[in-house]
């Protein structure tokens, strides 16, 4: 299997390569040359797997024979062996044929922990087999950045450093990631919003002259081929359990650097019978608007109540362009130029191309406060800010009531104690026992202006020998 750029610049690479280099040279983000394909007859001969069993099956052809698959297999095991439930990825039902597929089960509550996890072993995995040290460059709106140090903190050859907006995360957010103390993990906190933090990443991938020389940047955002081909395994999972894959289903997500719906488009081209992809985005709606009235234009970011869909500027939207205009890396190249001058449009055809599976819904504070509300007075089940706005998007947006729609549970509530009380819930919802004194733990971090010359310099100064 080799992996070329959304953006034609770049020579193809190999699986290892690809997930050591993250952002392609040329500015584009690596995609398979090919996508595996299985029948329904195989898809359906799944339904009896374990959930790493599954994984395995999913995860080996994009690996193309690089990993041994006695090796995979461990690595895959490693990586879920931790997750608090059972199931791994638990379907509870929401109302008649809604779902919603709780992938909070891991370390650091969010749905991050199924990418996470998998990357932190693959990385320690890869870089001992190649005697190499990199340094991880990060951002975060909020789940990424504390899921990225669960996963790889224990991996002995890399620095990690992890960007998040200064006071526009979650107290719970921010303790995850800040109180993982050790020497190679810094967490910086820019003056700036998430988009700011995702800017300077990306510029510093595409310069990396302030590392010495024998170290280079690693990702662990979603532009990490890695963490879009882990999330592409619970599209399948929750389908079998739901009569899958002989019949069809939908998929509400909560939607903010276009990573994880991306992983359900993948599902759906790769055999797995999706009707419906929902993109569901809270007032900074920048994708519902290009989806429903191709208006692309960036406008500016609002704090909101669900902090980690905060983003004008989903870098995996890139890759579904990338299709939609035929694998064209020059159009693609030409799009991206206008997005960043704030006014790219989409052709009719490209538009017309995605609307075949893809919806979209907005919902605003108020919207998400009202689901909480009414979704626990009816029920009892209490949900996160971003899962309610996925499941207003689910009970707005569904084709076809006879379709299961599920809706991607994010992240566990607990994370999210503001939006919580905003809907009524009398106290802060409980952490799980492992994190119930994450409020007394020491907190690390450093607080930073918003310019890559400083925290570049900090990075420089802070790599571990």
């Not at 991938?205 to 395994?233: G, H, K, Y």
């Not at 089940?381 to 309610?388: K, R």
Request: one cysteine or more; a negative charge; glycine letters at 6%.
């Amino acid at each position: 299997m080799k992996y070329i750029s959304t953006r034609g610049g770049v020579e193809p690479k190999s699986f290892e390569d690809v997930v050591l280099t993250g952002l392609a040279e040329d500015g584009g983000l690596f995609v398979p040359e090919q996508l595996p394909k299985f029948s329904i007859e195989e898809i359906a001969s799944w339904s009896v797997l374990s959930y790493e069993e599954l994984a395995l099956k999913i995860i080996t052809p994009f690996v193309g024979g690089s990993i041994p698959e006695q090796d995979l297999r461990q690595l895959i095991e490693k990586s879920y062996a931790g997750f608090r439930h059972e199931a791994v990825a638990p379907l509870i039902q929401a109302g008649h044929n809604q779902w919603i597929l709780e992938l909070f089960q891991g370390p650091t509550l969010a749905f991050k922990d199924f990418a996470l996890q998998f990357l932190g072993n693959l990385l320690d995995y890869i870089l001992a087999k190649r005697d190499q040290k990199v340094v991880i460059m990060g951002a975060t709106s909020g789940d990424t950045g504390s899921a990225a140090i669960e996963g790889c903190r224990h991996c002995k050859n890399l620095d990690i450093f992890i960007l998040h907006p200064y006071e526009r995360v979650s107290e719970v957010q921010r303790r995850q990631m800040t109180t993982v103390l050790a020497d190679n993990i810094h967490n910086l906190a820019l003056h700036g919003d998430f988009d700011d933090c995702q800017n300077m990443v990306k510029a510093s991938f595409a310069d990396q002259s302030f590392l010495p020389e024998d170290r280079q940047l690693a990702a662990v955002n979603s532009i990490n081929w890695a963490r879009i081909m882990a999330q592409i395994v619970y599209y399948f999972w929750a389908s079998l359990a739901l009569g899958g894959p002989h019949k069809k289903v939908s998929f509400s997500v909560p939607t903010g650097n276009f990573g994880d719906i991306f992983a359900g488009y993948l599902a759906s081209q790769m055999g797995l019978p999706i009707e419906q992809l929902v993109i569901a985005t809270n007032q900074n709606d920048i994708l519902h608007r290009c989806i429903s009235e191709n208006d692309h234009s960036t406008q500016p970011l609002q704090q909101s109540l669900a902090p980690s869909m905060d983003i004008m500027i989903s870098s995996n939207f890139e890759r579904l362009l990338f299709d939609l205009y035929d694998r064209d890396g020059e159009q693609i190249a030409k799009l991206m130029a206008d997005a960043k001058n704030g006014h790219m449009k989409l052709s009719d055809t490209a538009l017309a191309k995605a609307r075949k599976l893809f919806s979209s819904y907005r919902c605003g504070d108020q919207g998400m406060v009202d689901v909480i509300r009414s979704t626990f007075d009816d029920s009892g089940y209490l949900l996160d800010p971003h899962t309610a706005i996925g499941l207003a998007a689910a009970r707005a947006c569904s084709n076809n009531k006879s379709t299961p729609m599920i809706t991607l549970a994010t992240a566990h509530p607990a994370k999210f104690p503001d939006a919580v009380k905003e809907a009524g819930y009398p106290e802060d919802p409980a952490l799980p026992p492992h994190m119930a004194d994450l409020f007394e733990r020491e907190e690390q971090y450093t607080v930073l202006d918003n310019d890559s010359q400083v925290v570049q310099q900090f990075i420089a100064e802070h790599i571990t020998s």
